[in-house]
């Protein structure tokens, strides 16, 4: 009997085949989970020609971040741990007593109620994103708690089993108004 040195060679075409099917069945079936982001609504467009909306200065809450992450509200500087106290504080104020739900202090430079409540809010365009998303987030949840309250003490009902004229009712009694720009 006679052996050979050659080593017996392998068809590697039809292994290139298998594996571009492989790669291909991965990518087809493979889900790519969807970046979330800041949830907003953007307003609808002005029907008439002038859209300017006349504000009572004391309804207008002036938030500002600069670039060294320190946060401002109507120029007082603040740290961000307190900040949805004061955002609460303002929205639910009740200054011109039109509110019955509110539950305010009643604060003479503070908002008239929560249906006037208006935020302008400055970020400097060399702020932090991280502290940008820190503000968003506050102001978000500051909004949360008092809609929760509303629903619990007003409407006596669960936040789990609300219907959607019950959410929408809340969503009105605490309407989310906000402006925004940068520094430049």
Same mark, same amino acid.
């Given at each position: 009997m006679r052996y050979s040195n050659k080593v017996p060679e392998v068809n590697a075409g039809s292994m290139a085949d298998i594996a571009f099917l492989l790669l291909l069945f991965f990518l087809v079936s493979t889900t790519i989970q969807n970046d979330k982001g800041i949830i907003r609504k953007l307003p609808t467009p002005c029907p008439t020609k002038d859209c300017d909306i006349k504000l009572n200065?004391?309804?207008? !809450?002036?938030?500002? !971040?600069?670039?060294?992450?320190e946060l401002l509200i109507n120029s007082k500087l603040i740290q961000f741990k307190d900040l949805q106290t004061n955002l609460k504080r303002f929205i639910d104020n009740n200054g011109d007593s039109?509110?019955?739900?509110?539950?305010?202090?009643?604060?003479?430079?503070?908002?008239?109620?929560?249906?006037?409540?208006?935020?302008? !809010?400055?970020?400097?365009?060399?702020?932090s994103y991280q502290d940008y998303?820190? !503000?968003?987030?506050?102001?978000t949840e500051a909004y949360k708690y008092l809609r929760q309250i509303y629903i619990r003490d007003v409407l006596k009902s669960d936040i789990g089993s609300l219907s959607n004229i019950e959410l929408k009712e809340a969503q009105l009694a605490y309407p989310f108004r906000i402006t925004e720009s940068t520094i430049k």
């Open positions: 200065e004391r309804n207008v !809450l002036r938030i500002a !971040l600069n670039n060294s992450g039109s509110c019955k739900y509110c539950q305010g202090a009643r604060i003479h430079n503070s908002s008239d109620n929560p249906q006037e409540a208006t935020f302008v !809010l400055t970020a400097h365009r060399n702020a998303i820190t !503000l968003q987030d506050e102001l």
